[in-house]
C-alpha cells in the first residue's frame, strides 16, 4: 500500500439516486497504469530536481542553460495535457501520495473506518527554516490524510471546513515520520477528524479537524 488503501470503493458508480459522488466525478477512476511504470521515477525525480532548486545558488550562466532546458520539457509536457480526472497525478494509488505531485510524499501504511497510519518524509524543498519543515506543508499533509480518514469513515468524499495544527516540536526534513487520522465522532455529515505526527516517540504536531460529507451532486 503507498498512496491509498487500495481496497477502498473510491469509486462509487453513479445511480439515479446519487448521479454523482458529491464533488467528484462518477467515472473517476483510481489507477496503477496511468503515465506508465516509470510514472513515479519520473515525480521522484522532479522532487529531487526542487530539492535541488532549493538549495542551488545558480551562476546566471546556468540559470541561463536551466531555463532553456525547462522549457524544454514543458513544452514537451503541453503535448500531453489532460483534466484532473484522468491525470495520473493523484490517481496512482500504488505511489506515495497517490503520485500527487503538490504532496509531500507519503506511504499509507494502514486505512480503513478507523483511521490511516502513513509514514510521510518532508523533503529538503519543504524547508521552512533553520533545517526543519515548514508548518503549511505539514497542515498540507494533515489535510490530505485527514479528509482520507473523513471519507474512508463515511465511506464518501469530505471536504475541509477547518483545520487547526498545534505544532508541538520541530519537524525534521528527510527523516520517515508517522501521521495518524481518524475520525473521532460522526454528527450527520459533519466528521470530527483528529491526528497526530510523530518522529519516533516525539509528538511533532497535533490536529483537529471538520470535514463536512458533500451531498450527492454538491461540487
Ligand atoms: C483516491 C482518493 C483519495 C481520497 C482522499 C483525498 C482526501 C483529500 C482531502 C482534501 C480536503 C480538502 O483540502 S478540501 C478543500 C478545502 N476546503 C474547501 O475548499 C471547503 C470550502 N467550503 C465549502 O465548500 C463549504 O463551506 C462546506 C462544503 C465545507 C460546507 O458547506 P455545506 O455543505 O453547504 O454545509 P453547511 O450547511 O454550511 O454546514 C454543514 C454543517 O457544518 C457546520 N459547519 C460548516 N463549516 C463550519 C466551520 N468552518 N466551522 C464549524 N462548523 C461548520 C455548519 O454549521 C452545519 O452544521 P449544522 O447546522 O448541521 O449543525
Redesign the pocket.
Known amino acids: 500500500m503507498k498512496?491509498?488503501p487500495i481496497d477502498q470503493k473510491?469509486n462509487v458508480p453513479a445511480t439515479e439516486e446519487s448521479p454523482l459522488e458529491g464533488g467528484f466525478r462518477a467515472e473517476f477512476e483510481?489507477t496503477t497504469e496511468r503515465g506508465g511504470p516509470r510514472y513515479g521515477e519520473l515525480i521522484e525525480e522532479v522532487r529531487t530536481f526542487m530539492d535541488k532548486v532549493r538549495y542551488a545558488s545558480p551562476t546566471p550562466e546556468l540559470a541561463d542553460e536551466i531555463i532553456d532546458d525547462l522549457k524544454l520539457f514543458n513544452a514537451k509536457l503541453d503535448t500531453l495535457l489532460v483534466d484532473e480526472w484522468h491525470t495520473p497525478s493523484?490517481?496512482r494509488?500504488d505511489l506515495p501520495s497517490?503520485g500527487n505531485i503538490t504532496l509531500p510524499p507519503y506511504e499509507v501504511i494502514d486505512g480503513g473506518e478507523d483511521g490511516v497510519t502513513a509514514s510521510v518524509e518532508f523533503r529538503r524543498f519543504h524547508l521552512g527554516g533553520n533545517g526543519v519543515a515548514h508548518g503549511g506543508h505539514v497542515a498540507v499533509v494533515f489535510?490530505?490524510l485527514?479528509?482520507?480518514a473523513a471519507?474512508l469513515h463515511v465511506h464518501g468524499?469530505?471536504?475541509?471546513?477547518?483545520l487547526t495544527v498545534n505544532y508541538r516540536s520541530l519537524t525534521p526534513l528527510e527523516t520517515p515520520l508517522t501521521m495518524r487520522t481518524w475520525a473521532e465522532r460522526r454528527?450527520?455529515?459533519?466528521i470530527f477528524v483528529k491526528g497526530t505526527l510523530h518522529d519516533g516517540d516525539r509528538l511533532c504536531a497535533d490536529m483537529e479537524a471538520?470535514?463536512?460529507q458533500?451531498?450527492p451532486g454538491?461540487a
Open positions: 498512496g491509498a473510491w483510481v493523484g490517481t494509488v497517490r489535510d490530505d485527514g479528509g482520507m471519507t468524499i469530505a471536504r475541509t471546513a477547518y454528527e450527520g455529515r459533519k471538520l470535514f463536512i458533500l451531498r454538491q
